[in-house]
């Protein structure tokens, strides 16, 4: 028996763009632990929404709340220094720097001297699989080791809740099933994780629990094989090309 | 209350012709994401080529101003071509070292071949003024000013109602789409660097109806084109018309009621309350 | 900023110290010896210029204002109120450093040209304010009586400016060292690659454009006062002149942005060159000095963005690349 411990509450957050609302009255929760998949058509909102919870975007109304602490107008690195991590949609590594050195900027944010965030990001770094490449110049490394770096990054700033935008598009299925691996060890360690995929098989491998976007708005909620049944969810989806 | 008014005057006018300078430099923006040092530069060149059409042809300024616009269009075609052109896609930094290289490089040169004495030209109609309602405005101001929104109006037309105007403005929207429809970029750009200079050919000839040049005339020009640009809003033209009226105005206002050393300042100030409370300008151009 | 191979050879560092620490020795010709104080000091402020410039990304043009404020700072106080310009320095440069946070919190949230214009806006606006300010003499400048005596900032002949000069360089560069290894550094770093990324690790981007700007501008207002007691006549013109701001660029991007020696390499090649032309010609031909920057600066921006210290590395990294995969370790 499992006691609730919601550490990430979303509720009836909106923002609009001239007119259009990319999102509308979003409300869910997330416990400590889960590993959530968010799903929807493409411009659902989902990214909009990322950029709502990590400050890169105000609300225009609704709350947001981590760890019991109201977060809705905070400051993206306030947050971040709260315990949110995010990767995003299209990599952004610090290009010039090495692999280690963007693991090592993350992690100053959690160890204050610089000798203390190597060693850390040598051991973030394993994790992902990049241990060997951590010389490499992060402006030249492969898509997939790209995302692991953001990935990392992200790990690295000792986030309690990630949220993951869309790491399995571009990479192949083995990439796409250590990515897979890394995301369900990360979460027994004590991890909540929220991830935007449009790769099916990705996400419904891994999240305890889908939530669904369309136009902004959340029309479907539940485990996996419960919302892949659901008619709004197909309708939703009908016209494009994703498999199920 | 009538000197106020005088102020105001004065100040529209010679507004105009930082409203014709700022365009240039909007337009380059807009289109290239460019900012030209070498704007102020530009203007100082081009009164000097205004003089020496006087000096070595005896051609009145006002005569000369459409070879002065022609020839500064050819400069910049071939500036772009051989200099800016390179620095596209290097990191900003390139692009300022270039363009602001270019700046000193053109200032010196001209202190050099022209030293630092003032040249004027004395234009018949130099002293005419009409005096309207109490208000004194002189001939050769008027003049420019009128040509200085003329030449902003056939931007404006050449923009919107000629093929390669609105090539160019596809360009400014999306140079890879652009270029996917067959517009060959590289000749855009060329054409907006020159048609940029081109303007600012324009604004030179005017001044030497009223004004003098020296090597380094340019550079309060160059500053308040900025101004006028960022409170215009980047790449809006018509911003960049209305933000020129605004701090010629700013400026003569506060020569008169302050004093004129504090010209800048007062530009300045409003550079960054506008910066502050819209910083994307009055018509809310690219924040970027 | 290219990842410097350079092993940083500390023999070579040893050996050039010994020799710049004996040059006064062999350079008994005062000329040189002045030649040899000013690439010390443009290193000095090209060094400043690029803590903020070069490793956190802002690329300020209006930082000759603080190397004014810092002159005239140490010199009203020695004039009007007899302290020694040692203490008017260190005043100088703690006000030249709040002031570099009071004055630049508007710009945090500039970007880009905006950013740019601002500081050059920034710099202008203080230089005139002292041209007209009759209480530090303004427009006429304000020449320091030679008297000369160690506490007093002034010396009769030129070896001692060089030590001090020296002596500031090389705290300079320690700090600039040091930043680097830092947090402060590896923030700014990740500021100037990417502001938003740098949002999305923690790092509070407007505190730590701060810290690099107050450090910056303070190391500038200390190398007013290096000038102000060396020269002994200070004017806004010669002192916070946009040229001014140019030339601290144009030294640390030259010799290469963002590395730690890139602005004395810079200033080593630049300075002699430019007090050649300074010195051969005058007047009009002045402008010969101003040509010769203009095209340095034209042939830097669009062939060799990286500076000296990205040719040098790319030549390293050729002979390296039989090592094996691994492109730049750090020392």
Excluded at chain 1, 103 to 115: C, D, E, G, K, Q
Excluded at chain 2, 243 to 250: E, M, R, S, T
Excluded at chain 3, 43 to 69: M, T
Excluded at chain 3, 94 to 113: C, D, E, N, T, V
Aim: charged residues 15%; glycine residues 10%.
């Amino acid at each position: 028996m499992q006691k609730s411990n919601i550490i990430f509450q979303i509720q009836e957050v909106s923002k609009s763009f001239g007119g259009v609302k990319a999102v509308n009255q979003v409300s869910f929760q997330a416990q400590g632990k889960e590993i959530i998949g968010l799903i929807g058509p493409n411009g659902a909102g989902k990214t909009t929404l990322f950029n709502l919870i990590t400050g890169f975007l105000k609300p225009d109304e609704g709350q947001i709340y981590f760890q019991n602490r109201d977060i809705t107008n905070l400051k993206p690195h306030r947050i971040c220094q709260l315990g949110i991590g995010r990767t995003f949609q299209v990599v952004r590594p610090l290009s010039t720097l090495t692999i280690l050195e963007n693991i090592v900027t993350a992690a100053l944010l959690r160890h204050n001297n610089y000798r203390d965030a190597k060693e850390y990001a040598i051991y973030i770094a394993q994790v992902m699989g990049l241990a060997s490449k951590i010389n490499k110049i992060a402006g030249g490394i492969p898509v997939a080791d790209k995302k692991r770096l953001g990935f990392a990054q992200a790990l690295a700033t000792g986030a309690k809740l990630l949220l993951l935008d869309e790491v399995a598009a571009g990479l192949n299925s083995t990439e796409v099933d250590e990515f897979l691996n890394i995301i369900r060890k990360v979460s027994l360690e004590g991890l909540t994780i929220i991830m935007v995929e449009h790769v099916m098989k990705a996400v419904m491998n891994v999240a305890g629990r889908i939530l669904v976007l369309d136009h902004g708005e959340l029309i479907a909620q539940g485990r996996p094989e419960e919302v892949t049944k659901n008619e709004k969810v197909i309708k939703a989806y009908l016209g494009d090309q994703y498999k199920f | 209350m009538r000197e106020i008014l005088q102020a105001i005057v004065n100040g529209i006018l010679l507004g105009g012709i930082y409203s014709l300078i700022a365009i240039g430099l909007s337009l380059i923006w807009g289109v290239m994401r460019i900012i030209n040092w070498a704007h102020g530069a530009m203007v100082m060149l081009s009164m000097y080529i205004t003089f020496f059409a006087y000096s070595m042809f005896g051609l009145d300024p006002l005569i000369a101003l459409p070879l002065v616009a022609v020839i500064m269009f050819i400069v910049g075609y071939i500036l772009q071509m051989i200099l800016v052109e390179r620095t596209l896609d290097s990191p900003w930094i390139s692009r300022l070292c270039a363009t602001f290289g270019l700046m000193m490089l053109l200032e010196s040169l001209a202190l050099l071949f022209w030293s630092s004495n003032w040249r004027a030209i004395p234009v018949t109609y130099g002293t005419w003024t009409f005096c309207i309602g109490g208000i004194f405005i002189s001939f050769s101001r008027l003049v420019a000013f009128s040509l200085a929104l003329l030449m902003a109006l056939a931007l404006h037309l050449f923009l919107n109602r000629t093929e390669i105007g609105k090539a160019i403005k596809a360009t400014a929207q999306d140079r890879e789409a652009a270029a996917l429809m067959g517009i060959n970029i590289h000749n855009i750009y060329r054409i907006t660097f020159g048609l940029g200079l081109a303007a600012t050919g324009v604004a030179g000839a005017s001044l030497m109806t009223f004004y003098f040049v020296f090597p380094k005339v340019g550079f309060p020009f160059a500053l308040t084109a900025y101004i006028v640009c960022v409170l215009g809003g980047l790449g809006k033209l018509n911003g960049a018309v209305l933000g020129g009226l605004i701090i010629g105005i700013a400026q003569s206002v506060s020569a008169y009621l302050i004093s004129p050393e504090y010209k800048m300042a007062v530009s300045f100030v409003i550079f960054l309350a506008v910066l502050y409370f819209k910083p994307g300008g009055i018509f809310g151009g690219v924040t970027e | 900023m290219k990842k410097n191979p350079l092993p940083y050879n500390i023999f070579f560092i040893i050996f050039s110290l010994i020799i710049l620490l004996l040059l006064p020795i062999f350079m008994k010709n005062p000329y040189f010896l002045d030649i040899a104080i000013t690439v010390l000091l443009y290193a000095f402020l090209g060094n400043a210029w690029n803590i903020v410039g070069g490793y956190c990304g802002q690329a300020s043009l209006g930082h000759a204002a603080y190397y004014g404020i810092g002159a005239y700072i140490s010199t009203i106080l020695f004039l009007k109120f007899g302290i020694s310009p040692w203490i008017g320095m260190i005043v100088g440069a703690a006000f030249a450093g709040i002031l570099a946070i009071i004055l630049g919190y508007p710009s945090l949230r500039m970007k880009g040209p905006y950013f740019v214009f601002f500081t050059i806006g920034f710099a202008e606006t203080i230089r005139v304010l002292f041209l007209t300010w009759k209480w530090v003499e303004g427009s006429r400048g304000i020449i320091i009586p030679f008297q000369n005596n160690p506490v007093n900032f002034i010396f009769f002949s030129k070896i001692p400016y060089y030590y001090i000069i020296l002596g500031f360089l090389i705290i300079g560069m320690f700090i600039t060292y040091s930043i680097s290894r830092s947090k402060i550094g590896k923030y700014s770093i990740a500021i100037r690659e990417d502001e938003t990324m740098a949002e999305a690790l923690g790092i509070d981007t407007a505190l730590y454009k701060s810290y690099a700007f107050a450090i910056s501008a303070s190391l500038m207002a200390v190398g007013g006062t290096f000038y102000a007691q060396y020269v002994l006549y200070i004017h806004p013109n010669d002192l916070m002149s946009l040229n001014n701001s140019v030339i601290f660029m144009l030294i640390a991007v030259a010799g290469g942005k963002g590395t730690l020696f890139g602005p004395l390499i810079g200033s080593a090649i630049i300075m002699p060159l430019w007090e050649y032309f300074r010195a051969t010609f005058g007047g009009r031909f002045a402008g010969l000095g101003i040509v010769f920057a203009g095209s340095i600066i034209l042939i830097i921006g669009t062939a060799v963005p990286q500076g000296i210290m990205g040719i040098l590395t790319k030549i390293y990294a050729k002979y390296s690349i039989s090592k094996d995969n691994i492109v730049g370790e750090e020392k």
